[in-house]
Nanobody, 122 residues
């Protein structure tokens, strides 16, 4: 059974930084395309960043030049380094394991972690 677990969320002031981690078990991590999504109440889950097995990265326009997705296959972990955080970055951040379809669609991901809350507030 594949399991994902996010960590690293918290409360941060605008302009601050956080790094999220997503550890995967039960799967050959190096074979997985991974994605970070976020969700706020009342809204759909939206793509933040994805990284392929070949480390090709894609970002939502709203986070380009501020967020960096990376992976460490030896640690079965994907990361999301977030800098210059804004109020609108607040939400629950989920990591997902991509199966097929569009990288930009949440329905393309077959498993998700429980999420980690990120709150950007002064």
């Amino acid at each position: 059974q594949v399991q994902l677990a996010e960590s690293g969320g918290g409360l941060v002031q605008p302009g601050g930084s956080l790094t999220l981690s997503c550890t995967v078990s039960g799967s050959i991590f190096s074979h997985n395309v991974m994605g970070w999504y976020r969700q706020v109440p009342g809204n759909e889950r939206e793509m933040v960043a994805t990284i392929t097995t070949g480390t090709i990265r894609r970002y939502a326009d709203s986070v380009k030049d501020r967020f960096t997705i990376s992976r460490d296959n030896d640690k079965n972990t994907a990361y999301l380094q977030m800098t210059s955080l804004k109020h609108e970055d607040t939400g629950v951040y989920y990591c997902g394991r991509f199966m097929y379809g569009s990288y930009y669609a949440a329905s393309s991901y077959v498993e998700w972690g429980p999420g980690t809350q990120v709150t950007v507030s002064s």
